[in-house]
């Protein structure tokens, strides 16, 4: 194999304290699937757990997985905390969340919200297009 | 910091190592995606960062799949840490074969390590076989040099043969779980052979004896797998998720150090380490070569007269010339 590049590396989280992962888990795997490391956290994450990983990790991306309407909450809170890291890595939120909910994340910085409905193919290509590896693994 | 790309040049990797040395860790972990990225970049890498390594002591932790190694590494660094120590982690996980993602998964049962300020990452072996990933020996030198110790190295799940991370740590410490076998199972050969230290984890439940017993056997039968200059490997209970047995495991790995530096053992381990390193990227090196052979040879390498050995000479002789 020729070490043209690295694959994306994806942190993937539940953040507080939400026990719904089985959403993270299918997402992991999808992401595994389409060629991308995932350094997958699971449950009762703390941000400054997130954000020691993101760092460590030298991850391309962040997804944090809510189930329990936390997300104007958390997700802003999250986005804030890589950003007072000096972290500039694009967080994409997967999991309930209300369209009219979209444009308060999105001005909070979040890169991209995936529903429950999203195919395999979108959560993939959401994922690159965020790493800024559109058309890679 | 900005994070140089590859091929930016040996000043960019230069800075980014000693901001590593002076703690940031971001620098580290960019460090750490280009010796992961191979090639040139790992070179600069190495260069940048060969002033500084051999300080650390090199701790490998391996064991079969849920027999405890992350709950193991979580406890003992973060005891560390609590006593003032700078540990690090690399925590090694399989890479799919088919699509070459990953799950990186160790970070689960680390979140009272991260919380005590150690430092992990995962590594994907991306392709490498052995328990452990290419890059491995690489990345330990970038954490050496950045000032932590010890780097403890967690392996993927071994089954019996992938003893890799005895040609990376200094101290071995092979981890079984109640009920992992017989005494069988013991006297075969393989990974019991290379420890250094052997710990009995999940000790809390039945069987955690009859572990110990059977391990004890083994040794008492055998003179070959006490590895040079440091004796009889000691056996250590643990319950790593209450944390018990974590403090004897920790004297129990200072104690394999002091004997590995009494008897002047610790040079020559590391000697055979670099060794072994030239040779796993020997070993890489040529099987591309093999790879990029048998393409250009197109979908019947094997000629109707050969057999699959005969044409594998043949191949080999063109390779090597």
Redesign the interface.
């Known amino acids: 194999?020729?070490?043209t590049?690295?694959?994306i590396r994806v942190v993937l989280a539940k953040l507080g304290l939400d026990g719904h992962d089985r959403g993270l888990k299918v997402v992991?795997?999808m992401?595994?699937?389409?060629?991308?490391?995932?350094?997958?956290?699971?449950l009762?994450?703390?941000t400054?757990?997130i954000v020691?990983?993101v760092?460590?990790?030298?991850a391309d991306v962040v997804g944090i997985s809510m189930h329990n309407a936390g997300h104007l909450t958390l997700g802003p809170l999250i986005v804030k905390a890589l950003g007072e890291a000096?972290?500039a890595v694009p967080v994409v939120i997967g999991g309930i969340v209300p369209d009219a909910d979209l444009p308060e994340l999105e001005a909070a910085g979040v890169a991209a919200v995936l529903g429950p409905g999203a195919s395999v193919e979108e959560v993939v290509t959401t994922v690159r297009s965020a790493a800024g590896r559109d058309g890679s693994? | 910091m900005e994070a140089p790309e590859?091929g930016a040049g040996s000043s960019a990797v230069a800075e980014l190592a000693g901001a590593s040395r002076s703690g940031d860790?971001?620098a580290?972990?960019?460090l750490?995606?280009l010796v992961?990225?191979?090639?040139d970049p790992a070179d600069e890498v190495a260069s940048a960062t060969q002033a500084h390594v051999g300080e650390a002591h090199v701790v490998g932790i391996t064991g079969a799949p849920g027999s405890g190694k992350s709950t193991i590494t979580n406890s003992l660094t973060t005891l560390l840490a609590e006593a003032g120590r700078r540990p690090a982690v690399l925590a090694v996980d399989p890479?799919?074969p088919l699509?070459?993602?990953?799950?990186?998964?160790d970070?689960?049962r680390m979140?009272g390590a991260?919380?005590a300020g150690v430092?992990?990452?995962?590594m994907?072996t991306?392709?490498h076989a052995g328990g452990l990933a290419l890059a491995v020996p690489g990345a330990v030198r970038v954490l050496d040099a950045a000032g932590f110790d010890p780097v403890v190295v967690e392996t993927v799940g071994v089954g019996q043969v992938e003893v890799d991370v005895t040609a990376a740590a200094d101290t071995t410490v092979v981890v079984v779980a109640p009920g992992w076998g017989d005494a069988v199972q013991a006297n075969k050969a393989g990974l019991l052979e290379v420890a250094d230290l052997f710990v009995v984890n999940k000790a809390d439940r039945p069987g955690a004896t009859d572990a110990r017993r059977n391990l004890d056997l083994m040794l008492d039968l055998s003179t070959a797998i006490t590895r040079p200059g440091t004796g009889r490997p000691s056996i250590t209970m643990t319950t790593a998720t209450e944390g018990d047995g974590i403090g004897e495991l920790a004297a129990a790995v200072a104690g394999h150090l002091d004997l590995l530096c009494e008897g002047g053992e610790l040079g020559q381990r590391r000697e055979k380490r670099r060794i072994a390193e030239v040779r796993a990227h020997l070993e890489h090196l040529l099987a591309?070569a093999a790879?990029e052979a048998l393409t250009t040879e197109g979908l019947q390498p094997v000629q109707a007269s050969e057999s699959p050995m005969m044409a594998a000479r043949r191949l080999a002789r063109k390779l090597l010339g």
């Open positions: 194999m020729v070490d590049g690295l694959p992991a795997r992401l595994r699937d389409a060629g991308m490391e995932v350094v997958y956290l699971g009762r994450q703390t400054d757990n020691a990983a760092e460590q990790e030298d000096g972290l693994t | 590859p860790r971001r580290t972990a960019r750490l995606s992961e990225r191979g090639g890479s799919s699509t070459g993602g990953a799950i990186l998964g970070r689960v979140s991260s919380e430092f992990i990452r995962s994907a991306r392709g591309g790879d």
